[in-house]
Structure formats: structure tokens, C-alpha cells
């Protein structure tokens, strides 16, 4: 699999194990209904899919994910704002987090978390 490629160096998180992150995901105007989460992990160089969160702010998340762990959720003002909360980050949880909409092609740059 093709590893995507990005615009821009992503945010470096430090986070302590065990703690939580939130990581938020902004679309520029109101035609982003659908977002998909997910994360390229450094120790086994693996794509995951964490989880899809639409505009009404259903989620399902993707297989042998610890769901309760993980948790979508949205906002709607001038932007729509899709957000993602991770509980007991672990320091084999390192890599890149970011979003995509399904309908535009690009991809934001997504956030390096470092938990340890």
C-alpha cells in the first residue's frame, strides 16, 4: 500500500502513557457529511482504520479496535468540525493520526503523537 503523501510537516503530541489526546479535524465549508479516521503506526508500519464518524455524529469503528478507547464526535458552527478522542494512549500507539473526508482529496496533516 501506497503511503499518502502530505502537504506540510504534521504537529508533534507529546503525551504521557496512559493519558488521553483530542485531535480535530476541520472541514472549510458544510460539504464534509462523512470523516475517516485513522493512523499509521512507526513500530509495524501499519495503516489502521480507527473509525468513521458522519455529520449526525454516528460512529462505527473499525476492526479489532478497542472501541471505548476511541471516540468520534462533531460540531457544527461557521465550520464543521469533526473531532477524535483517544483515552490510555500506549508507546506502542506511536505514529501519524489524521482524517480524511470522503469528499475532498486532500488530506490534513494529521498529528504525530509520541506518547512516553
Not at 29 to 42: G, N, P, T
Not at 82 to 100: A, H, K, N, V
Request: aromatic share 12%.
Amino acid at each position: 500500500a501506497a503511503i499518502p503523501t502530505f502537504q506540510a510537516t504534521p504537529s508533534v503530541l507529546y503525551t504521557k502513557i496512559n493519558d488521553s489526546q483530542t485531535l480535530n479535524c476541520e472541514c472549510p465549508d458544510h460539504s464534509c457529511q462523512e470523516v475517516f479516521w485513522y493512523r499509521y503506526l512507526e513500530r509495524t508500519k501499519t495503516l489502521q482504520f480507527l473509525l468513521y464518524v458522519n455529520s449526525a455524529g454516528r460512529e462505527q469503528h473499525g476492526e479489532h479496535l478497542d472501541g471505548s478507547r476511541f471516540k468520534g464526535s462533531v460540531s457544527s458552527g461557521q465550520k464543521v468540525t469533526y473531532t477524535l478522542r483517544i483515552t490510555g494512549l500506549q508507546e506502542g500507539e506511536i505514529g501519524l493520526y489524521s482524517c480524511m473526508f470522503k469528499t475532498k482529496n486532500s488530506m490534513p496533516v494529521g498529528h504525530y503523537i509520541l506518547p512516553g
